[in-house]
């Protein structure tokens, strides 16, 4: 049985709401993932990140900018593409977090899948044979834009922090083209410090929070492929 997070995603009219207000909307529970793909727009994106943080303890910064890459409003065909890759990657990578978020997916290669040691950006032999286990997937669905965000704990300056974190996606990226994977698929963000996932007060905590996130949205000839009824 595949365990993929859901992730409840409140509706339009109630986003409206909430870039005024920020209150007044319950969330809408129990929407199938193809529905959560209809009608959201790249405006509710950084709304939309900002609640998955709250949801999930990612915090705002990240979750804003992950939510903002997702946010998208071409119907419910790409939620079916983005439902199947989604369950796809939870197959191949059950150490990692997968969420349907929006029209796309977001990814977390937490310790369990691409480790990072401290103050390193290379990656090990474990997180490249984790990483080989997206490439089949990656490649089935070439459609797809991947931002790649990474992280730190929150151990010395914050200004190697950024450059570091930027280093490890830089790593994740650099990997997966020499794979194969076309290189404009990719952008990258160093986020550093921010949105720790565990507590930076242990070196447990630590070592969860030295990470890399994915926001996966379909790219251009996707979006003009489901127009076309594709």
Same mark, same amino acid.
């Given at each position: 049985?595949?365990?993929?997070?859901?992730?409840?995603? @409140?509706?339009?009219?109630?986003?409206?709401?909430?870039?005024?207000?920020?209150?007044?909307?319950?969330?809408?529970?129990?929407? &199938?993932?193809?529905?959560?793909?209809?009608?959201?727009?790249?405006?509710?994106?950084?709304? =939309?990140?900002?609640?998955?943080?709250?949801?999930?303890? =990612?915090?705002?910064?990240?979750?804003?900018?992950?939510?903002?890459?997702?946010?998208?409003?071409?119907?419910? !065909? @790409?939620?079916?593409?983005?439902?199947?890759?989604?369950?796809?990657? $939870?197959?191949? %990578?059950?150490?990692? $977090?997968?969420?349907?978020?929006?029209?796309?997916?977001?990814?977390?290669? &937490?310790?369990?899948?691409?480790?990072?040691?401290?103050?390193?950006?290379?990656?090990?032999?474990?997180?490249?044979?984790? %990483? $080989?286990?997206?490439?089949?997937? *990656?490649?089935?669905?070439?459609?797809?834009? =991947?931002?790649?965000?990474?992280?730190?704990?929150?151990?010395?300056?914050?200004?190697?922090? !950024?450059?570091?974190?930027?280093?490890?996606?830089?790593?994740?990226?650099?990997?997966?083209?020499?794979?194969?994977?076309?290189?404009?698929? *990719?952008?990258?963000?160093?986020?550093?410090?921010?949105?720790?996932?565990?507590?930076?007060?242990?070196?447990?905590?630590?070592?969860?929070?030295?990470?890399?996130?994915?926001?996966?949205?379909?790219?251009?000839?996707?979006?003009?492929?489901?127009?076309?009824?594709?």
């Amino acid at each position: 049985m595949i365990k993929m997070k859901k992730i409840s995603i @409140i509706g339009l009219s109630c986003l409206l709401m909430l870039s005024f207000l920020f209150t007044g909307c319950e969330a809408t529970k129990n929407a &199938n993932n193809t529905q959560k793909g209809s009608g959201i727009g790249v405006i509710a994106g950084g709304v =939309i990140g900002a609640i998955i943080g709250n949801n999930t303890g =990612i915090g705002t910064a990240g979750g804003a900018a992950i939510g903002a890459a997702i946010g998208g409003g071409t119907g419910a !065909l @790409i939620g079916n593409k983005m439902d199947k890759q989604a369950r796809e990657i $939870d197959q191949a %990578l059950p150490g990692a $977090d997968v969420e349907r978020v929006g029209e796309g997916i977001k990814l977390t290669l &937490n310790e369990n899948a691409v480790r990072f040691d401290l103050n390193k950006a290379t990656l090990t032999t474990q997180a490249k044979a984790n %990483l $080989d286990k997206l490439v089949p997937v *990656f490649t089935e669905y070439p459609d797809t834009n =991947i931002d790649i965000f990474g992280y730190t704990d929150s151990t010395g300056k914050a200004e190697y922090n !950024l450059t570091l974190s930027k280093n490890r996606a830089e790593s994740v990226k650099n990997y997966l083209i020499s794979k194969g994977l076309v290189a404009s698929r *990719f952008k990258t963000t160093g986020l550093g410090v921010a949105d720790p996932i565990a507590s930076n007060d242990t070196k447990e905590g630590q070592s969860q929070n030295r990470r890399v996130e994915f926001a996966i949205t379909a790219n251009a000839k996707m979006v003009q492929d489901t127009k076309n009824g594709k």
